[in-house]
């Protein structure tokens, strides 16, 4: 288990364990699956019952290597499976956001795992990392983001207003007012527009200068 | 229910519009995320990149020697008769346990002629509601009907406006994508202007940012420009124009999948399809309860 910071992983062999042990339990699943869907198509009810209840039980097997391997009890193991799995399908953006927060990075996908199969690894992950069912629980609330004001793209109104401005004015306007400008914003229009300002050099000044120009010329209608 | 129909389009080539089409549509249709769901994609793109990318060369041709293209649809207009779709359909995928399918109207290269004579032989209104009209019979029996236009505004362009509920404007983070919304814009506020009807003509729903490098400053400064611009369209025309997110990110697994004529959901997981698929939730929920 991990100490539950932030980014930090409490075994980063966690992942790839859980995918040698899981995956011939997965397997055999599948392939009761099928024959259960064939003798389905059929019409075989004495196989089908047979293969259904090989079904359920190795599924209660694996269930319990999952929620053994995490020290989980099985019923919060499944609850909390299923709430992620929900939460995932209905806010995939959100979630992906959530999990990176508690892992500092996603995991990749292994080879052709689907992508339900990444999901329940990124939970293991996450389950690893926080070392409790109840956190995971509450990570899959689902919580409305709320709603940018309507028509609103403009990140920081302030410096994009300044740079339009800017780039009405000549150089030599724009250096004439430069004594005036609060370095603060112009740190941020210069984060705009891609350039660094670490010396107010005439360079620097000329670059940023350039580049309220373009943007104004760019967003004119 | 009636189809939700978006025309993907921006007068810039090269931006991914044929992309955003084939691989939204391919998500739609097979991730477990929108199990069921029926797609139809239109390609109106005399190019026929769409076409090529789902049917392959000779299964284009195939549709092709059996009249299955939208160039009959434009054909029957200037004969004064019509075709009905159902005849020019070409089945591309179908899982019949959700039921969820891709079907297509193909573009044929000959569509190129029909390209110079914008009044299709007839009148120029009734010649930009050749779409409209054909698809009015299968709009129940589809969820979502996607539209690939061609990099300009021709009569395949205005049908698309005219069928469409919503512009979907694929941009690349670079000037003259973002003279193409601009134009976009305009050229769509100049149609509407002959119709009574506001919703006569497709809004601008939205822009998706593709082949995005986080990090790289000139795309950044771009992102920063799109967004005045459509802060600005939208106080011009009070409808708000969404930005879909996340921004796909620039990757050679594109590349890698238009050549194998694969889409993006059928190839093995990357960061990239993972993209796709948050963009095709976001643009579901987006008109999730438009009508």
Redesign the interface.
């Known amino acids: 288990m991990s100490n539950g910071k932030p980014g930090h992983h409490g075994s980063a062999a966690a992942g790839p364990e859980r995918r040698a042990k899981v995956a011939p339990l997965a397997d055999g699943l599948r392939k009761l699956a099928d024959t259960l869907d064939a003798n389905q198509a059929l019409y075989d009810p004495i196989a089908f019952e047979r293969e259904a209840t090989a079904l359920v039980q190795r599924f209660r097997e694996f269930l319990q290597i999952e929620s053994q391997f995490h020290r989980v009890p099985e019923a919060k193991f499944r609850e909390c499976r299923a709430a992620w799995l929900r939460a995932w399908?209905q806010h995939?953006?959100e979630m992906?956001r959530r999990c990176e927060e508690v892992l500092g990075r996603l995991p990749h996908?292994v080879?052709?795992?689907?992508?339900?199969t990444?999901r329940l690894h990124v939970l293991v992950e996450v389950l690893d990392c926080l070392g409790d069912a109840g956190k995971v629980l509450a990570m899959a609330e689902p919580t409305r983001q709320p709603e940018p004001p309507?028509?609103?793209?403009?990140?920081d109104t302030g410096a994009?207003d300044a740079l339009?401005l800017w780039g009405q004015m000549t150089l030599e306007e724009f250096l004439l007012g430069w004594g005036r400008l609060d370095p603060e914003l112009v740190k941020r229009c210069a984060h705009?527009?891609?350039?660094t300002v670490t010396r107010p050099t005439l360079a620097a000044k000329r670059k940023l200068h350039s580049?309220a120009v373009?943007?104004f010329r760019?967003?004119r209608? | 229910m009636a189809a939700k129909i978006w025309a993907f389009l921006n007068f810039k080539g090269g931006v991914g519009k044929t992309t955003d089409t084939v691989n939204i549509a391919a998500i739609l249709a097979k991730h477990p995320d929108f199990r069921g769901t029926r797609v139809l994609v239109i390609d109106q793109d005399p190019q026929c990149n769409a076409t090529l990318w789902f049917l392959t060369r000779e299964r284009y041709h195939i549709a092709t020697e059996r009249n299955k293209s939208a160039y009959h649809l434009y054909e029957a207009q200037m004969r004064g008769s019509q075709v009905p779709i159902q005849d020019v359909i070409t089945p591309v995928f179908r899982d019949p346990q959700s039921g969820g399918c891709i079907d297509l109207v193909g573009a044929s290269f000959d569509m190129l002629e029909q390209e110079e004579d914008p009044s299709l032989g007839g009148e120029p209104a009734k010649a930009a509601t050749v779409i409209q009209r054909a698809i009015e019979p299968v709009r129940t029996a589809y969820d979502y009907i996607l539209i690939d236009c061609p990099p300009g505004y021709s009569i395949f362009t205005r049908n698309a406006l005219r069928a469409a509920q919503h512009v979907i404007v694929p941009y690349t983070a670079d000037y003259l994508a973002l003279e193409g919304i601009k134009w976009i814009k305009q050229l769509r506020d100049r149609f509407a202007r002959g119709y009574a009807d506001p919703n006569a003509v497709a809004k601008i729903g939205g822009v998706i940012v593709n082949r995005y490098r986080a990090g790289f400053k000139a795309s950044d400064a771009a992102l920063a420009e799109l967004r005045v611009v459509l802060d600005q369209l939208a106080q011009q025309s009070g409808e708000r124009i969404h930005l879909f997110r996340p921004f796909i990110r620039e990757a050679t697994a594109v590349t890698k999948a238009n050549n194998e004529q694969q889409a993006l959901v059928d190839c093995e997981p990357t960061a990239v399809r993972r993209d796709f698929i948050r963009v095709t939730h976001d643009l579901v929920n987006t008109f999730r309860r438009h009508v």
Do not use: A, K
């Open positions: 399908q995939p953006g992906e996908h080879g052709d795992e689907s992508d339900l990444w309507s028509g609103i793209h403009v990140e994009t339009l705009l527009v891609g350039v580049q373009r943007m760019n967003t209608m």
